[in-house]
């Protein structure tokens, strides 16, 4: 039998049957925000998105998105590999689709390292996220055997490099765990016996209950089955995206959680750890729920900081200047002082001083005096200002935490 999770809000349980599955349990009362209130979100953005965000932002962005998704999964792998480098991985796939640069280097007899494996490995997940955003699935569409398709697609050719990496822990790719040895800090994952039956629960369970918040409980439970000897969050977070938009979410790419869990790893890993330890899954569907708002938020960030680069783009003036300014595409308004320390008080006080006086005469920024304080702002009618400023504050509202990039808005 599934539980349906709505029977039950204000106290903790466990929607699980399975005898491992059901050692977890949570609390609906204590969740940040309904599953109504981050469906309603997801929806004000694409109304926004109809509205505010031109074709050119919006190709850019779902551009964007598809690199830095790639990029924050690979790089929960702690891997070292730079953006730049995953940006031109990106180009050369979208070049050559069929290319395999393993391949060739195993053909010039070239020995393999850790920057080889590092690049297989993005390549591998740009490749699967390419593959199945496209193919717009239905829950339906997820079973056991995609599962394991992800985890193959994922992990292809990765073994290869036990022979050229120490302390290589091999995948089995496209394989269910068939050993109780591994672990996730003192966490001791499901027993391999109980895996098949395990992930059936779970789809079951996301397929009876849709939504954000359920696919969060999917996301925190499947990673504490640990069905693969390694990338299980690879799997995780390929799944998890996919779920979202099977469930009515993010219809135009534009975001993704991942990449909040790389900007803020240290949060990412306690979260999902304190969920295992605890068995308590109410960490991890917070903070996903917490990184879906500020990711959605983000979206309307990136698109009023890009129209911001367009006006000062169009003013013919020093550059000197024009790097001056550029906080200001980033905040909404800032005192002089701060906007001062943000150019690390350079130039000298009364030239940065001249610089804004100057940018004001010519209609690029606007002052504004409050008792002895001076703020600026750039000039202009920014209609995505008031929407963020209202985002972030609910946001805050529900949750402690605040990112850096949106203290300043």
């Excluded at 977890?24 to 109504?36: A, D, I, V």
């Excluded at 053909?107 to 390419?130: A, C, H, M, S, T």
């Excluded at 569409?141 to 995609?146: G, H």
């Excluded at 990449?259 to 996903?288: A, G, T, W």
């Amino acid at each position: 039998m599934y539980k349906k999770i709505e029977e039950k809000e204000d106290k903790n349980f466990s929607p699980f049957s399975q005898t491992f599955l059901a050692t977890f349990f949570l609390n609906k009362k204590l969740f940040p925000w309904t599953e109504l209130e981050l469906s309603k979100l997801d929806q004000e953005l694409l109304s926004l998105e109809k509205s505010l965000i031109g074709v050119d932002v919006e190709k850019g962005l779902i551009d964007r998105n598809e690199l830095l998704i790639s990029y924050a999964i690979s790089k929960a792998e702690n891997s070292s590999l730079t953006l730049l480098e995953a940006k031109e991985l990106r180009h050369h796939l979208i070049e050559n689709p069929e290319y395999n640069f393993l391949q060739e280097k195993l053909k010039q007899k070239k020995g393999l390292n850790k920057k080889d494996y590092e690049e297989l490995e993005f390549f591998n997940i740009i490749k699967v996220f390419r593959k199945y955003s496209d193919c717009h699935l239905s829950l339906q569409d997820f079973s056991a055997k995609l599962v394991l398709d992800l985890h193959a697609e994922l992990t292809v050719g990765l073994d290869l490099f036990v022979d050229y990496l120490p302390h290589f822990d091999v995948y089995k790719s496209g394989h269910w765990r068939d050993n109780d040895s591994v672990r996730v800090a003192s966490f001791i994952p499901a027993p391999s016996e109980q895996i098949i039956s395990g992930v059936a629960e779970l789809l079951k369970f996301i397929k009876t209950n849709p939504g954000a918040i359920n696919i969060a409980i999917f996301h925190s439970a499947l990673y504490a089955l640990h069905p693969f000897c390694n990338g299980n969050k690879r799997v995780c977070r390929i799944l998890e995206y996919l779920l979202l938009q099977a469930c009515g979410y993010n219809a135009k790419s534009l975001y993704n959680a991942s990449f909040y869990y790389h900007k803020h790893k240290s949060r990412y890993y306690k979260k999902l750890l304190d969920s295992l330890l605890q068995h308590n899954l109410n960490h991890f569907v917070s903070f996903l729920s917490e990184a879906l708002v500020y990711s959605i938020t983000g979206v309307i960030k990136t698109s009023l900081e890009v129209k911001k680069k367009e006006f000062l783009k169009q003013f013919e003036i020093d550059p000197s200047l024009k790097k001056i300014l550029r906080p200001l595409v980033k905040s909404s308004e800032l005192q002089f002082n701060r906007l001062w320390a943000l150019n690390k008080r350079q130039p000298s006080k009364q030239t940065f001083s001249n610089y804004l006086n100057l940018a004001v005469d010519k209609g690029i920024i606007e002052r504004r005096e409050s008792g002895r304080n001076v703020y600026y702002r750039l000039a202009g009618v920014w209609p995505e200002s008031e929407i963020l400023k209202s985002w972030v504050q609910n946001a805050a509202q529900r949750v402690v935490y605040i990112p850096e990039e949106f203290r300043l808005i």
